[in-house]
């Protein structure tokens, strides 16, 4: 008997496809627009300059001399690509070189070189988790944390984003679940542009047995003196025991990495499939993120990190001057009450880059990512379309990327925006803010987010 329903059904009248048709008739959808320049503070795009807001190349070190050399060397050096998987022909020596210094930078025992970064958290998530064990996940955690613990098939119990309480609820549940406990959350979340509260989820992963991994894609490259990311920068690095990161964002590459106990690392190198079953990243890639990992390590790494983050506060206050609903500083370390003493590492945090004070005193961070709650999927597209004609490329995230009704311009910043360029940005937005709300209505204010 020949199958009663195609494979391919679903592939037309599913549930994104009105509203597919209906963004590009009216001209306005948001993905897939072409760039003809490298990812610079200015690029071209579809015939015209536009200010780069939407680009995760935080230290702008895409175009960096000394990383366009490491890329360049590697290819000339090792070829166009590798043509097979690390296990057999495609180790090369900037694979080691990149595992011992990440796992220096990263202060652990080992790391492991993946070819992407989603490789890295599912080829993590899916070989050290098993049936029988429980994974226990930020709702807001990128896609490929939730990709790797499918993949696994171990007992996902999600939990509503940044709610300790409901972390403790789930730590209290896997109790009776029987087998080992992973809590797994991103450092920096790549649409929410806010952190973990790492400190307390040590505290409670401790209290009840659990391991934890966490996703610094977002914030490796940008948090912390070191620029280690959001387990440097709140003073956890040995309380996590395993830290994910790519280089597709500062390290102005492609490729991810896992870094923590070398009998883990060890363990994943030879189970992993995602690690074993694909071709190894293409030279030119190793020596980017080599030469752009350097740049971070030396002392003109922290400086660089300086300049990102301050360009993340001047947008993110200038679109709240203009009535925006963005995402608020963070205190530092996470709110603990009146009953918080001071630790050792306060003063060191107290002047890591970003750090500024509030009126009472109060350490705050903000990281590049600046996001814009708009709401509604239709108004955000428009909204889009506007800052693009205006001049401004800015991502556009929509339902399931965020919850339903959730809608963001996901607006991000590098280290190389001039303060200048980013002003001229937030003429646009004023602009565009101006008229779209003459004409719609008003978009969410700064409590909205
Ligand atoms: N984790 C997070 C938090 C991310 O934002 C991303 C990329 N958007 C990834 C993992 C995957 O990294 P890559 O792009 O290197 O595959």
Redesign the pocket.
Known sequence: MPPSIDVFAKVRGHEREQLLRAAREADVLPYFHVLSTPAMPVVEMEGAQRIMLGS?NYLGLTGDERVMHGAEDALHRYGTGLTGSRLLNGTIPLHLELEREIAEWIDTEDALVFT????A?IGTLGTILAPGDTVIADSGD?A??FDGCVLSRAKLRPFRHNRLDKLEKMLERAHTDGGGVLVVV?GVF?MEGDMAPLREICDLCERHGARLMV?E??GAGVLGHRGAGAAELLGVEDRVDLRMG???KSLAS???FIAGPAEVIDYLRIYSRPFLFTASAVPAALGAALAALRVVRSPEGEPLLRLVLDNAWRLRDGLAELGFAVVAPQRLPADRGHGYTAEPDDANRATAPGVRHDATGTPMIVTPIVPVLVGDDWKAALLWKALYDGGVFVNTALHPAVPPGGALLRTSVMATHDEATIDRALDVFARVKREFESEHGPLPGPDAF
């Not at 992407?116 to 490789?119: A, E, K, L, Y």
């Open positions: 995760n992407t970064g989603h490789q958290n990128h490929s944390i991103d790549s996703d894609a977002h790519t280089f597709s492609c490729g991810g």
